[in-house]
Each structure stands twice: as structure tokens, then as C-alpha cells.
């Protein structure tokens, strides 16, 4: 399984950018998926997560300002996020609870369920 995240980039403060997050690979279905990400000299933190029914949850910090949606037919999570501020550069990461449920070549079911990571895409707030 890979995730492969895009949209990051430079936008002056008060401005918008959308980050994109596309799973691939042996999915059978994905629970929560989510984004944390990490500023410099910072610890990685949760920016926002969904469930795969499609509730939601926010960082304080980003609360009114992003918007975490997914579509589940094409495995991708997008993080809207608006009215950016320089707080909010950070390298942004996604991630997805995956399961996957196959068969070996000799018959024997195999059932396994494990947190992916995408690469991390920059976003820089900065006049």
C-alpha cells in the first residue's frame, strides 16, 4: 500500500491551499484516515481525521479554517485549508488505517490491517 500526497506549496498569509492524499495498492477498505503534520524543531500533530462514515475531528488550532473530506471510491482524503497563517508551515502528512483481505497461492486467508503514511508535502505560509 502507498500513499501519495500533492498540493502543497507557498501561499501568502490569509490565503488557500488543498492537500490531496491518494491510497493504491492491495486495499480491501480503510478506517480513519487523517493528517498530522510537522513544523521545524516541532513535534508531528494531528491536524485532522475522518472515520470512514465520515465524522470528523479537528486540532484546536485549525478548527473553522480546514476541512478534511474523503472519497472513499478512489481511496483520497483532501485537507481545505483556508485562511492560512505562517503557524500553519509544516511538512503535512497523511495517513490511513488500511485492511486488506486476500489469499495466499496455496488457499490460506490472510487478513491484515496496518497505519500507511504518505511522503509529506510542504506547505509554506510566508509574505
Known amino acids: 500500500v502507498q500513499l501519495q500526497a500533492s498540493g502543497g506549496g507557498l501561499v501568502q498569509p490569509g490565503g488557500s491551499l488543498r492537500l490531496s492524499c491518494a491510497a493504491s495498492?492491495?486495499?480491501?477498505?480503510?478506517?480513519?484516515m487523517g493528517w498530522y503534520r510537522q513544523a521545524p524543531g516541532k513535534q508531528r500533530e494531528l491536524v485532522a481525521k475522518i472515520t470512514s462514515g465520515g465524522n470528523t475531528n479537528y486540532a484546536d488550532s485549525v478548527k473553522g479554517r480546514f476541512t478534511i473530506s474523503r472519497d472513499n471510491a478512489k481511496n483520497t482524503v483532501y485537507l481545505q485549508m483556508t485562511t492560512l497563517k505562517p503557524e500553519d508551515t509544516a511538512v503535512y502528512y497523511c495517513?490511513?488505517?488500511?485492511?486488506?483481505?486476500?489469499?495466499?497461492?496455496?488457499?490460506?486467508?490472510?487478513?491484515?490491517?496496518?497505519?500507511?503514511w504518505g511522503q509529506g508535502t510542504q506547505v509554506t505560509v510566508s509574505s
Open positions: 495498492g492491495s486495499i480491501s477498505g480503510i478506517n480513519d
Open positions: 495517513t490511513a488505517d488500511v485492511y486488506s483481505n486476500y489469499y495466499l497461492k496455496d488457499g490460506t486467508p490472510v487478513a491484515k490491517r496496518d497505519d500507511y
